[in-house]
């Protein structure tokens, strides 16, 4: 048999042999793999069954670790990149190849990407248990982080933070420093997720990290929003002060943010609301009745201060609930039930029931999925019937699903039932008795049990139902049936004697023992309804005491002990008999019992003055157990959670608070730039300048280009920043009235900061008088008249569109219907058209917005604008300064991003103009010292910087530096006119 | 938040492993075989096991489990979530998620896994991004990385990871312009033994095929958007656009994506497209049971039902079947009891009838429940809710792309009792 794989190998080995030198005649060299795999080959079949080289499919893959190595030291990158692959494949097998790891990690500065990032994963692997040949690597990756290529610097980042070298500490704190502050949101991101990494490492560092942390909280990208918060929760979620400033960002970001980011914001936002707002709850009409009651005895001291002033929600909870809401249309299960506990937690009752449906529809998707749901459910079911009551039906059981999907199902139907709905629910527990799956029906019959304790209107149709059930053949739901039965008598044993009688005689039948057990309990305790019965079975049982289950036996004691007292006559023999039995059981539980029971019951001399109260302790009433869901005590976690699932504090759960009875205070959450609450992501909609300046003036410099009006401002002064807003504006209005021709304004404020170190950031939403421009002429458009301006706000839409609004005018003696827009031209323009017009009366006047993509030219974005019966042909051109959004950046970041656009990239004018005496004095005043603008075009978001920089005596210099070279030309041109106007 | 990930194949080996922060020793995976074995079927685990140290949450897929390693508290459900992305990926990159599939492609796998999660938190799941980072092993690209030397590793960072369409990659060229849209809509029912409808409901999905050229913008409008009840959308529907217009505008990812899942609204009456006649009696005393079955279209709107499956679980005391189908053919596993009759066509001029005895257990008694009957259809060209997409335009490119829309309905979960 060997012999033979042997030369059928051998032939392989020919054929593979054959096969390279053609491939040598075709000039692919691969003359090392050549005798690589040939010794492969050899390997293999010298030393290796058969059935190992079948398993693992290929001829080459019984290499050894020997091989390996030869493979990562030959030159040839193939070669190394198929070493590294076989080995990645040994790690994935969870096979130790750790003694590779000098040879694996002389390639990690390989050129070949490919081979890198295998050797990284190797690396993050085995970097713990090589200390020190790991930190032969580091160096590479602090080169790493320095690559232009962001990708590059983030990978090199997520290994370096992945070594678990203690001895590294300070090179990744440094490294996590500088990658936050990195231009590139993906590498900052990277940054959020290794703060986490290195307080693993070294929860020493928790200081440092909470500052890194708090300046990537500022970060107002959605990319890193998630994982910064990520971080926030696993290093110091106690620090609910970080989150104040960032409260209102994160609520308007979040429906930007990844998926998985949602999820993060939206629990850590939860936790945050529970500690500053108060409860909306204490108004609420729609109020569970009971928990109501409890809340107001244990705060009865301040229920006078509630009620005296009624609540009102404040606008940053209801902030969080609005932005939430649209993602409960997620495609992500995840995110749906994290909107949906967070309303269940902060919402005001009424309102919680906007999740339902999003909850039904997720029992869609796959098995585990339902699970988690349905446990949520169940929950909420209890607290909240009619939250799910209009679904019941989806939660009807179907025989295809899991067992625990199943038993979950059951626990919500209980738990909806009423009693306008019982008998639908009872008729499809009757089918899911009859289920195959015998665990499934006996959990029906306790449903059943429930039902009938919660609805006492249908209690006796369930005790008939379930006596019927005692004839049933199959075993575990007879049994289920008695244990139930024996519940339900225990409410109301007046009516019952016939059922009890009816169950002994089903008694020999049955033989699960809780069963056997259960009779025997009721027989006993209502011994004195069935006379007749009870000694007789009493008799049976002594004659199979000693086979019996010590449940069973237990229970026999008891019966004899109560038969004893109501009946000594008949039963003092057989009474006796088990008791001696019991007294020589093996279990000592059952010879225990026995003995204390012997002491109770028969009168002796030793006997002291318990066995005069014996009947009144042994036949005492005793309280009906309480049938509840297994859900009851859940709502103790918070939804969705691990802990909630498994119903046991899972580690790290951090506690929901109570809501706080007074409000903390509210302005924390205020944020010095005055922000616009919108839905959209705040970054945009902070129309924010940058001025990075280090200068002061007192001169208000204005220049004006053809329709629009830059003014800057300088100030000496001192005060806060608000000061200096108030300021601002009023030096607005001061130079809009001096200058009639003026339009607009976009201001570049400039602050004089008392340290020059710092430089300076001043964000200011603009306002102002704008210019509107005539779309359409109300004589051409029949009486519709349009203009439009540019609002300079962001986009609504899109972010790469330019917001737009018209003015609609009615010119005509009639009223317009379904204004809209038609065709465009170009064909491939974008634009987001304002919602058709339905009817505009006679002199009426509406503003729509809409957004145009002008794709950063100043070419004119033609197209319709259609009436019901006339079209009209417009068109918007937009000037140069139009296509910018200013962005704000540091003074470094300014001057790093300009040097990476010069050349080509930079154009430049130099002014020496023949300037009235003031004017130009202002002017060099003002560009004394460089100062420098920053902004973006909208629709490809490519940055332009302008720099204005005095010369000399008499010239300034402008220049401008975008990979837009044409869009540079035509801005210059306008400042350039725009000066010489002033 | 993740720690590590194990694959276990049905038989209960562990066939690969990956670890995002410090080794995890498989024998965490002894208490999953533990709850594996309770459990008497394999969807019977459950999902979340405490251990000591760990939480272990798993999906089962394709007869895998995968089963990933939790330190500390995390919403379990972010966990499955994302554990069925990294199946869809699998399965988006190899076309099937099987063990011998993984098996083979073990270093994109891992490759893959590393983009996926940073630490235990995903990082990049969007398929389009993940592309352009690891390129799909196709039989080409493999014969010609191996001459040029060249990678399936992509050396930029992927243009969507940064733009506001994360779902979309720039530059996107095709010769021919298309876009394919599937509404797709599945009834759930549960049939009385009487014939009547206890519960139905409608769900549906749009799932698209996108290959268009550059950026466009689509919108797609719906003849009776009212129908649609309960929406979810993929993350590149304009949320504010539909609340407003109930009108579906989006950029498009590239290829194939599921654009809309909707429920339609519950007070509807669902059409039911099948009807069962069904006989099946089991004698008291006797070794024999009569098994009687016939299908037969109802309210299908002129339409063939196509792709009939029947199943039904038998009663464990039933040894063997002798049944005469009047079309198609029909299997009986007697260790599993499983039932299956693949019908195919019904013809509503020759009903199809599945007919015969069922051989019993001597000496047992009779099966106290009749099995339920499990049926699969599929009606193309009809959207049973009656939803019509009216129109589909396209913005921001100039080219002519073709479009296509079709409707399907299938059987979801639709079971008769009997």
Avoid at chain 1, 571 to 586: E, R, V
Avoid at chain 1, 676 to 688: I, M
Avoid at chain 2, 54 to 67: A, M, N, P
Wanted: aromatic residues 8%; proline residues 5%; glycine residues 4%.
């Amino acid at each position: 048999m060997d012999g033979g794989f042997s030369s059928l190998r051998l032939e392989a080995v020919g054929a593979v042999r054959t096969a390279l030198v053609s491939a040598e005649n075709l000039q692919l060299t691969l003359k090392t793999e050549l005798s690589q795999e040939e010794q492969a080959l050899t390997h293999t079949s010298a030393n290796s069954g058969p059935e190992e080289t079948h398993r693992t499919g290929g001829i080459f893959s019984v290499l050894r670790n020997e091989d390996l190595k030869e493979m990562l030291e030959s030159s040839k990158e193939s070669l190394k990149l198929e070493a590294m692959k076989r080995i990645v494949g040994l790690i994935a097998k969870g096979k130790n190849a750790s003694e590779l790891f000098p040879a694996v990690v002389k390639n990690v500065a390989s050129k070949n990407i490919e081979l890198k990032k295998l050797v990284y994963v190797y690396l993050v692997r085995y970097a713990e248990e090589q200390q020190d040949l790991a930190l032969l690597s580091i160096s590479t990756f602090q080169r790493a982080l320095k690559d232009p290529n962001q990708l590059i610097r983030a990978s090199a980042l997520r290994v370096l933070s992945s070594i678990r070298v203690p001895i590294i500490v300070p090179i990744m704190m440094l490294a996590i420093k500088e990658a936050a502050t990195d231009l590139s949101p993906y590498v900052r991101k990277t940054s959020a997720h290794a703060i986490q990494k290195l307080y693993s490492l070294d929860p020493e560092q928790k200081e440092q990290l909470i500052e890194v942390i708090e300046k990537l909280l500022k970060d107002k990208s959605t990319l890193v929003a998630g994982s910064v918060v990520m971080a926030f929760e696993e290093v110091c979620p106690d620090r609910i002060d970080l989150i104040h400033k960032n409260y209102r960002k994160l609520c308007n970001l979040l429906v930007d943010v990844e998926e998985w980011g949602q999820v993060v914001i939206i629990s850590m936002l939860t936790r945050y609301a529970r500690t500053q707002f108060t409860s909306p709850w204490k108004e609420g009409a729609t109020f569970d009745e009971n928990n109501e009651k409890a809340f107001y005895d244990s705060e009865e001291e301040k229920k006078d201060q509630v009620e005296a002033k009624p609540y009102v929600m404040d606008p940053d909870h209801r902030l969080l609930l609005r932005n939430t809401k649209p993602l409960l249309q997620s495609r992500n299960t995840a995110v749906v039930m994290s909107v949906a506990q967070l309303y269940w937690h902060l919402a005001p009752k009424h309102e919680v029931s906007v999740v339902t449906k999003s909850l039904v529809r997720l029992l869609r998707s796959h098995r585990e999925v339902q699970y988690i749901v349905l446990q949520n459910i169940a929950t909420m079911s209890i607290q909240r019937k009619g939250m799910f009551e209009p679904y019941m039906k989806s939660f009807y059981v179907r025989s295809t699903d899991a067992t625990h999907i199943k038993t979950l199902k059951l626990e919500i139907l209980t738990n909806l039932a009423n009693e306008a709905n019982i008998s639908t629910i009872l008729r499809e527990f009757q089918t899911y008795v009859k289920s195959q799956d015998k665990a499934f029906a006996a959990a029906t019959i306790q449903a059943i049990g429930r039902c009938a304790t919660n609805i006492s209107e249908v209690t006796d149709t369930c005790l008939n139902g379930l006596v019927l059930l005692l004839s049933n053949r199959d075993e575990t739901v007879v049994a289920e049936s008695v244990v139930v039965i024996k519940k339900l008598l225990q409410m109301q044993p007046t009516q019952h004697c016939e059922i009890i009688k009816h169950m002994a005689k089903l008694f020999d039948n049955i033989t699960v023992s809780m069963a056997r057990a259960s009779i025997l309990w009721l027989i006993g305790e209502y011994c004195e309804r069935v006379p007749k019965i009870a000694p007789d079975v009493l008799r049976k049982m002594a004659k199979s005491f000693t086979a019996e289950e010590d449940i069973v036996k237990l229970q026999t004691v008891n019966l004899a002990a109560k038969l004893y007292l109501t009946n000594s006559k008949q039963t003092k023999l057989l009474t006796q008999y088990i008791l001696n039995l019991g007294k020589y059981d093996q279990n000592y539980d059952i010879r225990d019992r026995t003995r204390f029971i012997r002491q109770l019951i028969v009168p002796n001399e030793k006997s002291g003055a318990l066995s005069k109260y014996a009947r009144r302790i042994l036949l005492a009433p005793k309280p009906a157990p309480v049938l509840e869901s297994a859900f009851k005590d859940r709502d103790r976690f918070q939804l969705g959670t691990l802990s909630h699932s498994l119903n046991i504090k899972a580690t790290g759960y951090l506690e929901l608070s109570d809501w706080p009875a007074v409000a903390p205070d509210q302005s924390v959450r205020n944020v010095e730039v005055i922000e616009p609450v919108g839905s959209l992501p705040s970054l945009l909609l902070t129309y924010s300048v940058a001025v990075v300046h280090t200068y002061s003036d007192e001169f208000p410099f204005v220049c004006k280009s053809s329709d629009q009006t830059w003014t800057v401002f300088g100030f000496s002064e001192s005060g806060s920043e608000d000061e200096s807003d108030e300021k601002s504006s009023e030096e607005s209005d001061k130079s809009s009235s001096e200058s009639e021709s003026e339009q607009k304004k976009k201001k570049k404020t400039k602050k004089a900061p008392q340290k020059k170190a710092k430089p300076t950031t001043v964000n200011i939403p603009t306002f102002g008088p704008v210019k509107s421009h005539e779309l359409l002429h109300h004589m051409t458009g029949k009486g519709l008249s349009a203009r439009y301006h540019f609002p300079r706000q962001p986009c609504l839409y899109q972010p790469n569109m330019v917001a737009v609004q018209v003015t609609l005018t009615n010119g005509s003696d009639h009223s317009l219907e379904e204004i809209h827009i038609g065709d465009r031209s170009p064909a491939s323009l974008n634009l987001h058209c304002f919602n058709t017009i339905e009817r505009l009366e006679p002199e009426a006047s509406v503003t729509v917005s809409m957004g145009i993509d002008f794709s950063d030219s100043t070419q004119a974005a033609n197209f319709q604008l259609c009436t019901k019966d006339d079209q009209f042909s417009v068109s918007i051109q937009p000037a140069v300064g139009e296509l910018l959004m200013p962005s704000s950046m540091t003074e470094q970041d300014f001057c790093k991003e300009q040097g990476k656009l010069l050349g080509m990239n930079e154009t430049s004018l130099s002014l020496l103009q023949r300037w009235s005496h003031w004017q130009f004095m202002a002017f060099t005043h003002v560009l004394l010292f460089a100062s420098r603008f920053a902004g973006r075009t909208v629709s490809s978001g490519a940055l332009v910087l302008v720099t204005a920089e005095s010369r000399e005596s008499s010239t300034a210099l402008l220049t401008i530096n975008t990979d837009k070279s044409i869009m540079a030309s035509m801005l210059l041109r306008d400042l350039k006119q725009a000066l010489a106007q002033a | 938040m993740i720690h590590s990930l194990f694959l276990v194949n049905a038989s209960g080996d562990i066939f690969l492993e990956k670890h995002w922060k410090s080794v995890v020793s498989r024998s965490v995976c002894d208490y999953f075989f533990e709850a594996q074995e309770r459990a008497t079927e394999p969807e019977n685990v459950p999902p979340v096991i405490p251990t000591p140290h760990h939480y272990l949450i798993s999906v089962l897929r394709h007869r895998i489990y995968f089963v990933a390693v939790i330190q500390s508290e995390v919403p379990p459900l972010f966990v499955i979530e994302f554990l069925h992305r990294v199946v869809d990926t699998f399965q988006d990159y190899f076309g099937v998620c099987t063990e011998a599939a993984i098996k083979d492609n073990v270093v994109v796998v891992y490759e893959l896994l590393e983009e996926m999660l940073d630490n235990g938190f995903p990082l990049a799941t969007e398929s389009n991004i993940l592309k352009e980072l690891i390129k799909p092993p196709t039989i080409l690209r493999t014969m010609v990385n191996t001459i040029t030397g060249s990678t399936n590793v992509g050396e930029q960072l992927p243009t969507g990871q940064l733009s506001v369409v994360p779902w979309r990659r720039t530059g996107v060229k095709y010769t021919n312009n298309e876009a394919y849209f599937d509404v797709v809509e599945e009834i759930d029912a549960i049939i009385d033994k009487s014939g009547s409808t206890i519960t139905a409901e409608i769900q549906g999905v749009i799932d698209a095929c996108v290959k268009l050229t550059g950026m466009p913008d689509l919108t797609l409008s719906f003849m009776n958007p009212r129908l649609l009840d309960d929406v979810s959308f993929h993350p590149c529907v304009r949320f504010k656009r539909w609340e407003a217009e109930r009108i579906l505008s989006f950029i498009p990812p590239d290829g194939n994506f599921r654009l809309l899942s909707y429920h339609v609204s519950s007070q509807n009456l669902v059409a039911i497209p099948v009807y069962v006649k069904h006989n099946i009696t089991f004698r008291e005393g006797s070794s024999q049971g009569r098994f009687d079955l016939t299908l037969g279209p109802k309210q299908t709107m002129g339409k063939a039902v196509e792709s009939v499956l029947v199943s039904s679980q038998l009663p464990r005391g039933v040894l063997n079947t002798n049944l005469n189908p009047s079309q198609g053919t029909y299997t009986f596993d007697p260790v599993t009891k499983l039932l299956t009759w693949d019908v195919g066509k019904i013809n509503p001029q020759k009903l199809p009838s599945l007919k015969g005895s069922m051989s019993l257990q001597a000496g047992a008694s009779k099966p106290d429940e009749n099995p339920t009957i499990n049926i699969q259809f599929k009606i193309q060209q009809m959207a049973i809710s009656g939803l019509k997409v009216n129109r589909l335009d396209m913005y921001g490119e100039k080219y002519k792309p073709f479009k296509g829309i079709k409707y399907m309905t299938k059987a979801g979960k639709f079971q008769v009792r009997t």
